[in-house]
């Protein structure tokens, strides 16, 4: 009896000391997903140097147009053989993240309506984008948990010349969250994009003269969300607006993340990479490719 005394102390011990460490845990990861990264701060910068800011990013972006729109006229005068073919070398851009932020800031502000504006800031505050050495990472403030939500991503062009954004972690705060629980939100995404994404591939063209259509972008852009999420390399493919007012595709060809920066390579497409990419586009999308095993 009195062996068995001993034999229940110890265990009623090991519970009270299990529940301890438990509630130790919980009150630990309720306190690191409360505390914001370090490198998310407030906007804090005025309206003029926001522009200047925006500004600069926008310079970038306009060295990318030039070029698209120079290799778009290039290959209409090839067609009529009025000149040969010309190679554009890839274009280097540089940004850096407080230029790209203010560069969202102020985009949100033009091409948002105010609906749109206020349906995501109930949702959504303080969207931001960071670089830390091979990493992206997303971030805002979700308000209905009141917690930072960040989304880091490692981007690589692999061997095949296809665009990795690789899904490294997601953090509340500071605390890391596991991919398996995340598991129903991926899910609730997979399924939103597939409701639309198979009409948009029957739809998307790459005309010669007019460029790419609105269904052929959002295509690629949902395919390139659904491959991030399963870890799968996609098409890298980026849309711009040219002078001509051509929407014609891009391929990026490097991508070096830093601490504060990134650097791309960038450079126009042929007419049979725009053909091959459009096929691509057009495949359908099922988690069984994604995920084969």
């Not at 407080?98 to 959504?124: C, G, H, P, V």
Request: hydrophobic share 40%; glycine share 6%; aromatic share 8%.
């Amino acid at each position: 009896m009195i062996a068995k005394m001993k034999w229940v102390k110890r265990l009623f011990k090991f519970a009270a000391l299990m529940l301890v460490a438990a509630v130790g845990l919980a009150g630990y990861s309720f306190w690191k997903s409360r505390r914001n990264p370090e490198w998310y701060k407030p906007q804090s910068l005025n309206a003029q140097d926001m522009e200047a800011l925006a500004h600069r990013a926008e310079n970038q972006l306009q060295r990318l147009n030039n070029m698209a729109s120079r290799a778009h006229a290039n290959e209409s005068a090839a067609r009529h053989g009025t000149t040969v073919p010309v190679k554009f070398p890839p274009e280097i851009l540089h940004f850096r993240e407080d230029e790209l932020n203010a560069l969202l800031t102020k985009w949100s502000a033009i091409y948002l309506s105010e609906a749109d504006r206020k349906r995501m800031d109930q949702y959504f505050g303080d969207p931001q984008v960071h670089f830390q050495e091979g990493q992206i990472i997303v971030a805002g403030t979700v308000k209905d948990v009141g917690r930072v939500v960040s989304i880091h991503l490692r981007p690589v062009i692999d061997a095949q010349g296809r665009l990795g954004m690789n899904l490294v972690s997601v953090y509340a705060g500071e605390l890391p969250i596991p991919e398996a629980a995340l598991s129903g939100q991926i899910g609730r995404l997979d399924w939103t994009l597939e409701q639309y994404l198979p009409a948009w591939q029957h739809n998307a063209q790459m005309d010669p003269n007019k460029g790419s259509n609105d269904a052929t972008v959002k295509a690629a852009m949902s395919e390139l969300a659904l491959d991030s999420l399963h870890h799968q390399p996609a098409i890298p493919v980026f849309f711009l607006k040219t002078l001509d007012r051509h929407v014609d595709p891009v391929k990026l060809t490097d991508v070096k993340v830093g601490d504060g920066f990134i650097n791309l390579a960038v450079e126009p497409m042929t007419a049979d990479e725009r053909s091959q990419v459009l096929h691509d586009i057009q495949q359908p999308w099922t988690k069984e490719k994604a995920d084969p095993e």
